[in-house]
């Protein structure tokens, strides 16, 4: 009777126990993804962390846990871990036993997987009755879980003093290092602390906390899993102490993230931690300098070309928080400058309006209330396409862009990526080419790398698919990204052959005359490479390719505050360079021959050769050179038989008249023209008698008659008076250029009028008409 009353508690308490795990829940979710925002490079290195939502240092789990620590938490912990079903019904015993004769709670019996039950139910307070429900949860989390992932909850979210949680977070916080860089001194010190977290208390629990280690590491050396030598060396190792601050690497891609929607994340980047910290030396050395004239902001992008991934990610310099450091001026859109120019000079190479040596007009223009003007105020009358992209010259690239289509550039920009253009392409209008839209470092970036790949992925593709849309996709982050896969051709956008024309301007070294100190920036290897200014002087920008990297450079004030001397090619470009040096650089691939054809050009117009060149060359070409124009510069004029003059037959005798190809520009380019270039020689005037047509009657001054001398008092405010000039034109709407002392300051058309403030002294007035007739007025200012 005895027996069967046994065997019925036995089998009820079975029974009770088996109804218990199949309907007693656990936790759903087990843990709350509550986990700090942690960023690693691509080798596991952590570049920076964000605090989880209710201030812990909480790290997401590892994909593994170091042996000493596995090894050191089992022995102190939970010794046949890998044995019992989640409870120790021995352990726990002892443990009761332990407690009845101290007459206190000291011991309780609890498994690694009993500890996880009440981590994971934010333990509650030790009843029998919890325990009871532990052992059942426990036993329950051994049959859906292996012992490994069992551990791993265990070793993630387990207390280590504080609002440290987790090995990881506690290897950092305690000891600077990643959890697999600990030696076994410290995994045992870390090992011990989930017991008694409180210990980490600097000045206070060291002894208690060193007896706890020294004990586990004896139990280790005992157990053959570490030397007597280990032994002695570990114990002498320090305790955890104050907190170490996480590393700082990557904070602004680390905010990025966690904007993108990657929070409470362990995220593995495609960065190089080397590199990035190589880079923030350079750009520290760098802004020292610049911060002296009130510039305190910058950003340096490296990106592996062929697959986009992200290498270096400054998103500014820590200059403090009043300067708006933690802005991420990599994301942040600015106005571009001069950084769509490349793309344009490709697109009309494509379009057969230029080939590369061509000359394009570079005369003072203005387009309904837009007066563009180059970087350093001067014009050059004409110039040949790639110089003036390598020059960076503004004039002829808006007139280019007139004649390609603005309304045609802005798609095509956003086709090859610039998802910034939010507003129809008529709100930017031809200030489109000179930093009228707005982009960012990861654009632009992207964009130039997707003209590479074109290039460099052409020769590799069958005849059938030369172009693919997919060569053009955004940079990226994260590691195993995969990009979003755009559907049509390219075929239409760039060619292969005007993108290594634009790659091979921008390779040039030559820029304007008051940059100076070039010859610093030579390299042995390759380096096509885009400067850009914005208006105001507020962006200064630097992009480059060396055929494996593309490194973008930004600097000036996160506030758009302008400087004086935010110049891309002053500022961004010395700091790109030398990104440069640190990294491995690759060749330029060529271009397959059947992209380009042999073509007689006319030398000084680079276009195709007319019958009139004398000068010529032969030149490798885009093949869209066929269908540009013969060269219109060079005309056949008839002269006297001095060759002085210029006649016809109406005023000069055929027989005795002198036939000459001339090399000629529309008069105002060459009114600006021969200023550069000595040996332009103008078109010879027409003999007296057959042309009167010259500046007088077509010219004239109306407003000051009297300009030997000119009075220019001051206005009510003390503010410097200005000197009113107005000429009549015979022609109505003709257009007049007007020039002081030689430096262009304007145009007038039907009304010539022109306000001035010349400082005391002789000064000339020169003004130009469209045809090149010229009036100079040469006056004195006496007072102002």
Known sequence: MKKGWVKRIILGTLAFFLMAIIFLPLPDPLFEKNYSTILESRNGELLAGKISNDEQWRFPAADSIPENFKKSILLFEDEYFFSHPGFNPISMLKAAKGNLVSGKMKRGGSTLSMQVIRLARKNKSRTLFEKSVEIVLATKLEILYSKEEILSFYTAHAPFGGNVVGLSAAAWRYYGRNEFDLSWGEAAALAVLPNSPALVFPGKNEIKLKKKRDFLLSKLHKRNEIDSITLFLSKEEKLPGKPYPLPR???????????????????????????????????????????????????????????????????NFDSGWEHGQEVDVITA???????????????????????????????????????????????????????????SLNVPFVMLLKEYGYEKFHQKLKRLGMSSL???????????????????????????????????RYCQRPLTTKYEANDYFSNSYLENTKHKKRTGSLENELSVASIWSAFKAMHGLTRPEEFTGWQNFSSAEPISWKTGTSFGFRDAWSIGLNGKYVVGVWMGNADGEGRPGLIGVKTAAPLMFSVFELLEARA???????????????????????????????????????ITKSCSYHKLLHLDSSGKFQVHSRCYSVSEMAHKSWFTLPPVQSWYYKKYNSDYSPVPEFMSGCNSFGTKGFMELIYPRQTTKLYIPKEIDGSQGKAVFEVAHQTSNETI????????????????????HPEQGWHIFSLLDTQGRELNIRFEVISN
């Open 249 to 315: 690497v990557a904070p602004r891609l680390l905010t990025r993230s966690i904007s993108e929607g990657h929070g409470n994340k362990r995220l593995r980047t495609t960065l190089d931690k080397n590199l990035q910290v190589n880079i923030q030396e350079k750009l520290k050395f760098h802004m020292e300098s610049r911060q002296a004239n009130q510039i305190f902001n910058a950003a340096v992008l490296v990106v592996d070309i062929e697959s986009g991934e992200t290498k270096a990610y400054i998103g």
């Open 588 to 626: 330029f691939p060529k271009p397959p021959a059947t992209e380009f054809l042999d073509f007689q050009i006319c030398t000084k117009s680079g276009q195709r050769a007319s019958e009139h060149c004398e000068d010529i060359k032969t030149m490798k070409l885009p093949t869209t050179a066929r």
């Open 737 to 756: 250029y007007w020039h002081l002392d030689g430096e262009y300051i304007g145009q007038t058309q039907q009304e010539h009028q022109m306000g001035v």
């Open 333 to 391: 859109n600015r106005s571009t400058g001069s950084l769509l120019k490349p793309i344009l000079y490709a697109a009309t190479i494509d379009e057969a309006l230029i080939s590369p040596k061509q000359l394009l007009p570079d005369y003072p223009i203005f387009y309904d209330g837009f007066a563009p003007k180059n970087f350093d105020k001067k014009y050059r009358g004409a110039v040949h396409a790639d110089e003036a992209l390598t020059r």
């Open 422 to 456: 939010s507003r129809p392409a008529g709100h930017y209008g031809l200030s489109l080419i000179l930093g009228g839209a707005e982009s960012n470092l990861w654009q632009l970036t992207s964009m130039y790398a997707g003209m590479y790949r074109t290039l460099s």
